[in-house]
């Protein structure tokens, strides 16, 4: 099966079906909301409006949690602190906070609804219908499993850190620096590999009907080592479909429309959000037309 047509057919299934998109806007816009009000709340003011809804911190602008920072030190070298400066430099500095506190709680939650209603949407897509019963069974069954491949990839991830880290400081001690942008590269390399294995995994796992992780993830990377071209570039295309997506609100269509005009800037925050969330389960719907045709399912 062509890249192209398992793309075709994944977009064609996520706009098809819209029963996920709406139960996954629903889930993460409580959520958000959950997570954004207490931090409005205890700041006396709509922090959350810089989140665009927080979105769960999935696309976090991390320039916009060290800009009041970044405002407060320009201040400083300006000399131009007063009182009044000062207190604003100690509100920005309670902003801050309070912002990175929601985005350590937004990431692994995020990851969790992932993991309870991964299985349901799988399911949905392998079915190429929505049903309440079977999504909620789908959900409740892969569960456990899914929460398990989480945590592996977790662990995977920190050691690939930890283990990246370790070799920029060996670099950079034996004055090796011409190579901290391959070193850079290849952990880059490294972390996609091991996201696209482990998606690969839950819907091997979905297809097969099987809860044995291990399995699961067996079959997926030997999957993706029989057709590495097609499975990496499918995940790249996907990828890059969100990240134009993000360019595009953040750099063009945001400005357009500021905060200020209330019901309209709240009205285009969401309408990003849904589109975030479909390019998301379009690859997952890409990839499982993709895995279904490799087996010849």
Not at 137 to 152: K, Q, R, Y
Request: charged fraction near 10%; aromatic fraction near 10%; hydrophobic fraction near 60%.
């Amino acid at each position: 099966m062509s890249l192209w047509r398992a793309l075709r057919e994944g977009i064609a299934a996520a706009t098809r079906i819209r029963a996920p998109l709406v139960l996954f806007y629903v889930v993460y816009l409580v959520a958000a909301l959950v997570l954004t009000l207490p931090v409005a709340a205890a700041l006396s003011s709509w922090v959350g409006h810089r989140l665009a809804a927080n979105d769960m911190a999935r696309d976090f602008d991390g320039l916009l949690l060290i800009e009041p920072v970044l405002n407060s030190n320009a201040m400083l070298q300006a000399g131009q602190i007063t009182p009044g400066a000062q207190a604003e430099g100690r509100a920005a500095t309670s902003t801050l906070l309070a912002m990175g506190a929601t985005v350590l709680v937004a990431g692994p939650l995020g990851a969790l609804l992932n993991v309870v209603l991964g299985g349901g949407v799988l399911l949905t897509y392998v079915e190429s219908r929505f049903a309440w019963q079977r999504f909620l069974w789908g959900a409740w069954h892969w569960m456990f499993s899914f929460l398990v491949l989480a945590v592996l990839l977790g662990v995977c991830e920190a050691f690939v850190v930890t283990l990246g880290a370790g070799i920029l400081v060996a670099l950079e001690a034996a004055h090796a620096s011409a190579l901290t942008i391959p070193t850079l590269a290849l952990m880059v390399l490294v972390f996609m590999a091991l996201a696209m294995a482990f998606e690969y995994a839950r819907i091997t796992a979905v297809v097969e009907g099987t809860r044995n992780i291990f399995r699961a993830l067996g079959h997926a990377v030997a999957f993706t080592v029989r057709q590495p071209g097609r499975a990496l570039g499918l995940y790249l295309l996907t990828t890059a479909l969100g990240l134009v997506l993000i360019s595009l609100y953040s750099s063009l269509i945001a400005p357009l429309v500021p905060f200020s005009w209330g019901i309209a800037a709240i009205a285009l925050q969401q309408l990003y959000i849904v589109a975030r969330l479909w390019t998301w389960l379009a690859r997952w719907a890409s990839q499982m037309a993709l895995y279904r045709q490799g087996i010849g399912a």
